[in-house]
């Protein structure tokens, strides 16, 4: 805006500015223009430019240390999950090194403990990956080692005697506070970096030995992701004492964020920085408050500068040009446009400021709340592992299955405050939920609660422990005592119990107990709680079932040396190197000594076979034998405790494994030795009789000899009569065919070769006609030979040779011979022969020739192909092979058997007539069965081969 001065205005600038005379204004006006700006606006505008400073350097100074403030607790927060983490996954290897403790105590003194712990040791080796190896070291001395191969070296090492002082000192801190100790990380025996954690061992208060566990460090750390660890931090880690286990030693000078990884001994600590330096971290929040603090303060300096030196400028303007009011009106216009511009700029970055302010003011606040989240998880996950370990550890110590759940009761109920818990298990067969005897409680009532429920087994219904055995699912009644659902509703009311939750325990997908919690006031759900309590009965199933087997097998091995002591018989066990490592009372009391003065022993050195050389040897010869998996059982004798010697039925049964590796051998005998008398005087008295029965019966054993021979022969004379018969028919007809037709058709033959030998220089014998007519009598002259020769082979006589036979042998040379014959006819070939097929008493070659013959007639039924069947069994005393196609059948009411009969356009219907006389000749039988259009079936029956011959090599 235009700005009006006069002479009074004049006064009053002077006044203030201390205005001189006109031409004094005039000669400081000359010299500000030739001089520049003076002293007071440069003076003004510098201490503005140094306090502005001052400030600038003031809020960068807080406002950095704020941002690293803020960059720590974000980056705590980013380090806490991969802390948690690794503390977590090495606290599960130490709780199965707690798991193979257990284990070991219950059974230290097993004679079975190595394949017992190879076994346990497998599914813990399995179930975590950096698990190096497990040992079991009773007297501190690796006796068992898992996994074996490559550790070696590893048994029979002395943990007492190490020679390395730190371990010795790990030990014995082992054994004395009964805790789990560690050592290292350092390099291991077996090489690689590792760490060794040992638990102590006590067996009726007294020191047993060692178990202990090798972990390899890097695969841990690879299960957590420090390795796949990508982020825009730099981590590492150290032990105790400060040594560098993951990551760069520079990290922890760098004022890192640390995190503490809790171990039984000690702990270790997880650093972190930003991988570009904390400095860098907060470049661009620093360098955007320096760029508008830098304008800030450059705005102001200038202002001040500008605004005092125009003052006094304006004062000599106006002063000297009266005339130019209007010029520097506009250019003070002109200023102030240009000071609300800077001041604009000046608002917007201040805006824009505050903006980025804000923004990061949010930021943080949901970092905050993330923070305070984790924190609580980690209290809420720190409080489970601790009520998971509690209960874990009293399980394992608990005797049996109920005392295991009523330790988790009330391990469970004092932890979350309940007032009453009780289990339901399912019952045996399954089909229902019984109430186990271990329960919990805190008053009188309760206790009259439980008794009220104790026969009750539950089937079915809708009540909460029948709904969350189906379901599998937790479930909570805010008040039991009122649930229209629940059958125990006034019950419960008079024990005054109002909430309740049922969490069901689950191991391989089967419930194996419900947990029931009842509360004296309503409530409404905790999810919190729920969740607690679900996650240690998710963590109970397995340990509950690995109790549950446990009871099991020593209510097995309870059974089993009840059984194996009160027999009557000598029962022991044997390594398969016959070293005795088990015998029951009745076999230690025939000799009078304790199992003591016997176990470790070879078997053959005990006093039972203290009777002679020779019976030591056999022995020793019959365990090898037995080592061999073979079954071994003869008489002996055995030493009583008084000297006297017994007749026993001794037997040396193998056991195998699941690889079929013989482990055990069971030793057995029986005293037979009064059996043994009796069948010695009922062989003198049988010895006697047979003598009276032979003397009164030889004669009529005699007279019975004639009489069968004479039988006999009188049946050989009768079958040899009618085959005789039979074949004189037969011999007549074809010596009469022969003479007839044999001639003749040798001429024909002889005259149709020379007339094909005439014709042939003829120009007619290119004539087809004339070809196929030579082609069709030679064809009849060869087929009407072959009818003479089936005549012959009918009136023969043949000569057999038997012998032990394999009948899937002869199949298949038949069928190696036809092989190319079938495939071209679209002929597919399925055999069934057993591989315990008995052999048969045959000639290999006669046999052959009729298998054959009826392949051949099976081949030719298929014309458009098919399936030939052969299908071998025993049954009894014969082979049963049977024969069978899917070609055109045998029309009904054809005996295909009868001479001269045929369903084919060619043949002479002698084949099967020479087939059924083969298998007459080998004492079998042959029958047939059709049906039209779906195939046939012969039956062949022949005598297996007697034992003696059957038992001769195949080939002879």
């Known amino acids: 805006m235009p700005i009006a001065i006069d002479n009074a205005g004049c006064g009053i600038l002077k006044k203030q500015v201390g205005c001189p005379s006109r031409e004094t204004h005039r000669a400081r006006f000359a010299d500000m223009r030739n001089k520049g700006p003076t002293r007071l606006p440069l003076l003004l505008s510098f201490l503005t430019l140094g306090i502005l400073t001052v400030l600038w350097w003031g809020a960068r100074h807080w406002y950095g240390n ?64 950096g698990i190096r190896l497990l040992t079991v070291d009773p007297g501190g001395v690796h006796r068992y080692v898992y996994p074996l191969a490559g550790n070696q ?5 002395n943990l007492l005697t190490d020679p390395r002082p730190n371990v010795r000192a790990d030990v014995q801190r082992a054994i004395r506070s009964r805790e789990i100790t560690l050592s290292g990380p350092y390099e291991l025996r077996p090489g690689g970096l590792g760490l060794v954690a040992r638990l102590a061992v006590y067996k009726d208060e007294k020191f047993w030995g060692l178990v202990t566990m090798a972990l390899d460090v890097p695969p841990i750390f690879e299960v957590v992701g420090l390795y796949s660890h990508t982020g825009s931090l730099n981590l590492a880690l150290r032990d105790g004492s400060g040594r560098v286990l993951f990551g760069d030693s520079d990290v922890f000078k760098g004022k890192p964020v640390l995190y503490r990884v809790e171990l039984p001994e000690g702990s270790w600590e997880l650093a972190a920085v930003p991988s570009k330096g904390w400095d860098a971290s907060i470049h661009e929040p620093l360098a955007i408050l320096n760029g508008a603090a830098f304008l800030l303060v450059l705005s102001l ?39 609300k511009r800077i001041e604009e700029e000046l608002r917007k970055a201040h805006e824009e400021l505050e903006e980025r302010v804000r923004q990061r003011t949010a930021a943080l606040g949901k970092a905050n709340e993330a923070l305070a989240a984790e924190i609580e998880e980690r209290k809420r996950t720190e409080q489970e592992r601790n009520l998971l370990l509690t209960i874990t550890r009293a399980v394992s110590e608990a005797e049996d299955f109920h005392s295991a759940l009523g330790l988790a009761l009330r391990k469970i109920g004092e932890a979350a405050n309940w007032d009453f818990g009780e289990a339901w298990v399912p019952a045996a067969d399954g089909t229902a939920l019984e109430l186990s005897p271990a329960w919990y409680g805190t008053g009188e009532r309760h206790e009259q609660f439980r008794k009220s429920t104790t026969p009750v087994r539950l089937k079915s219904g809708s009540g909460l422990i029948v709904r969350v055995w189906h379901s599998k699912q937790p479930e909570w009644i805010p008040d039991a005592s009122v649930s229209p659902l629940s059958y125990r509703a006034e019950i419960a009311r008079q024990a005054g119990l109002k909430a309740a939750l049922g969490v069901p325990i689950i191991a391989d997908d089967q419930v194996q107990a419900i947990l029931v919690f009842f509360m004296s006031v309503p409530r409404e759900e905790d999810k919190r709680l729920v969740e607690i309590v679900s996650a240690v009965a998710a963590q109970l199933g397995s340990l509950l079932q690995r109790k549950r087997a446990e009871q099991a097998l020593v209510e097995s091995e309870r059974r089993f040396h009840a059984i194996f002591n009160q027999t009557y018989e000598f029962v022991g066990l044997l390594r398969p190197d016959g070293m005795l490592l088990e015998a029951n009372e009745t076999a230690l009391e025939f000799i009078g000594r304790d199992l003591s003065d016997v176990m470790g022993r070879p078997f053959w050195e005990t006093p039972w076979w203290d009777v002679s050389p020779d019976v030591r040897d056999r022995l020793r010869n019959a365990v090898a034998e037995a080592a061999k998996g073979n079954f071994v059982r003869y008489e002996t004798e055995h030493r009583r405790g008084d000297g006297s010697v017994a007749t026993f039925d001794f037997s040396l049964k193998p056991v195998r494994n699941e690889a079929g590796q013989v482990v055990l051998l069971i030793p057995e005998g029986r005293n037979i030795t009064e059996r043994k008398r009796m069948e010695r005087e009922l062989r003198r008295a049988r010895d006697e009789l047979e003598i009276r029965v032979q003397e009164r019966t030889q004669e009529l054993a005699k007279t019975n000899e004639a009489l069968r021979a004479e039988i006999a022969e009188r049946q050989r004379l009768q079958e040899q009569l009618i085959e005789s018969e039979r074949l004189a028919a037969i011999g007549a007809t074809t010596a009469k065919l022969a003479h007839e037709i044999a001639n003749p058709l040798n001429g024909m033959f002889l005259s149709a070769q020379r007339l094909e030998r005439h014709l042939a220089g003829q120009p007619c014998y290119s004539d087809q006609a004339v070809q196929s007519a030579l082609r069709r009598l030679r064809d009849e002259i060869g087929r009407l030979n072959q009818l003479l020769n089936d005549f012959r082979s009918l009136s023969r006589r043949e000569q057999y040779n038997f012998q032990p036979t394999s009948l899937a042998v002869i199949a298949g040379e038949v069928f190696t011979m036809e092989k190319e014959n079938y495939a071209d006819r679209g002929i597919r070939v399925e055999q069934v022969f057993p591989p315990d097929l008995p052999l048969i008493r045959a000639d290999r070659d006669k046999l052959k020739q009729a298998l054959w013959n009826l392949c051949k007639n099976a081949v030719e039924a298929m014309a458009q192909g098919g399936t030939l069947t052969l299908n071998a069994c025993s049954s009894g005393a014969d082979v049963v092979l049977e024969i069978g196609d899917t070609g055109v059948g045998i029309p009904p009411g054809v005996d295909i058997f009868e001479p001269f009969t045929t369903t084919k356009s060619s043949g002479s219907g002698l084949g099967l007539v020479v087939v059924r006389q083969v298998i007459s000749a080998h004492g079998g039988t042959i029958t047939c069965t059709s049906e039209p259009g779906r195939g046939t079936t012969f039956r062949m029956t022949l005598p297996r081969a007697p034992f003696a011959e059957a038992t001769l090599p195949r080939d002879r």
Do not use: C, W
């Open 66 to 129: 704020h941002l690293l403030g803020e960059q720590r607790r974000l980056i705590t927060s980013e380090l806490a999950p991969h802390g948690r983490a690794l503390g977590q996954a090495i606290g599960r290897r130490f709780a199965l090194l707690r798991g193979l403790r257990a284990f070991v105590e219950a059974h230290a003194y097993a004679p079975t403990l190595g394949e017992e712990f190879k076994t346990f040791a497998a599914s813990l080796y399995a179930e975590s990956k």
């Open 301 to 339: 300096t200038t202002l001040m500068y500008l605004g005092v030196n125009r003052q006094a400028r304006l004062a000599l303007l106006v002063e000297e040009r009266t005339e130019e009011a209007t010029r520097a009106n506009k250019q003070l216009e002109m200023d102030i446009a240009e000071r």
């Open 153 to 157: 070296t590893l048994l029979g090492h």
